[in-house]
């Protein structure tokens, strides 16, 4: 008996995309042949596939992506204050494999082979980039330092009273800080702050990023500079990644500080996007609150009885209600945005999990 897996996805996978296995078998021409493919999560066996083999390739195709993408969540919280490690975003599993077959009654032959150290995370590629997907392009690297995982335009807009998060993976564990740098309206540099990770085993996490929830940052976790990290007169800021060798692991990406001119009320949307990461955008014009009201009725005849005579009263109600449902609604509008952003919040639109700041 031997199981070969001829094809794999690489050891970190986008979740929502198909993680396929091709399999072969030195058994495949037994009768009833099928091939067995037990799920393990945290060293506990969480599903069992049957597949049967292609008539003429004559291998095996099991997608394990729908049987862990519901073990996949998020990870994201307003009192988030430091670098802070993402266990919800990710699975981790293992696949056993083996074979089926019998002329007079299937017998399972499992565990013949074994893949293990395989990880999904919580992202969704567009076929064009999935059918070139490369893990490489999304992990933390002194070689090559990666991107945060965010398609939102550096430089965008951020004012001082947001939160916002970057998140990123660090699937070799060199992260050592963050570097944050503030500067004022020429570009110079206005202040230097190290955040220290205190995560160094973990694969998967995140930095607070907006001003308002990176002023709150402990001061313990600062190996350079102490709170606060603004003051109300900087321009521009920057966040990038480093070793413990000071080598940059991540890009170095840029907000702009921006004051809110609108006389509406503004509206901060926080959204899951499509690479595992919370992105965020500020509605400043005008907003509107609505209700939509459901409402269900009986009707029933007029006239009671009291005692021996019927009686009609101008008090009589012919329809009563027994259930009512009210669904608030929003409707925001955002100021002019550039087609760089309008491409990026598609994201927004077809989110899963879209959060507002109340």
């Not at 897996?5 to 072969?24: E, G, H, K, S, W």
């Not at 519901?70 to 083996?98: A, H, P, Q, W």
Request: proline residues 4%.
């Amino acid at each position: 008996m031997a199981i070969t897996v001829r094809q794999q996805p690489a050891n970190l996978f986008p979740a929502y995309n198909d993680a396929v296995y091709i399999l072969t078998s030195t058994n495949i021409a037994q009768t009833n042949f099928k091939f067995v493919v037990d799920v393990y999560v945290g060293g506990t066996k969480v599903d069992r596939m049957l597949i049967p083999p292609h008539p003429v390739e004559l291998n095996g195709k099991a997608n394990v992506s729908p049987l862990l993408e519901s073990r996949v969540s998020t990870d994201i919280n307003l009192s988030d204050n430091r670098i802070l490690s993402n266990n919800n975003s990710y699975v981790e599993y293992e696949l056993k494999f083996g074979e089926a077959y019998g002329s007079s009654g299937t017998i399972i032959y499992p565990n013949l082979t074994t893949v293990s150290g395989k990880y999904l995370w919580n992202a969704v590629l567009d076929y064009p980039d999935f059918c070139n997907y490369t893990s490489g392009d999304y992990i933390l690297s002194s070689s090559t330092p990666a991107p945060f995982l965010t398609n939102k335009p550096s430089s965008g807009d951020i004012m001082f009273d947001d939160n916002a998060w970057l998140h990123f993976i660090d699937f070799n564990n060199q992260l050592s800080y963050a570097y944050i740098v503030t500067m004022d309206s020429s570009g110079m540099t206005l202040n230097t702050f190290k955040v220290d990770n205190k995560f160094l085993t973990a694969e998967f996490l995140r930095i607070v990023a907006g001003p308002l929830n990176m002023n709150t940052i402990p001061n313990a976790q600062f190996t350079l500079g102490s709170q606060p990290v603004f003051s109300g007169t900087e321009s521009r800021y920057s966040i990038q990644l480093f070793n413990s060798s000071n080598v940059a692991i991540s890009e170095r990406y840029y907000y702009n500080i921006v004051s809110n001119c609108s006389r509406y009320e503004k509206r901060r949307l926080q959204f899951l996007n499509e690479l595992g990461g919370y992105d965020t955008f500020n509605f400043t014009l005008v907003s509107k609150e609505m209700m939509d009201i459901e409402k269900s009725m009986f009707k029933k005849d007029l006239g009671t009885y009291k005692g021996n005579t019927f009686i009609n009263s101008p008090n009589d109600r012919a329809y009563s209600q027994y259930h009512t449902r009210i669904k608030d609604k929003i409707s925001i509008q955002s100021d002019w945005v550039t087609e760089e952003q309008l491409a990026w919040l598609e994201q927004l639109v077809t989110s899963p999990d879209v959060r507002l700041d109340d």
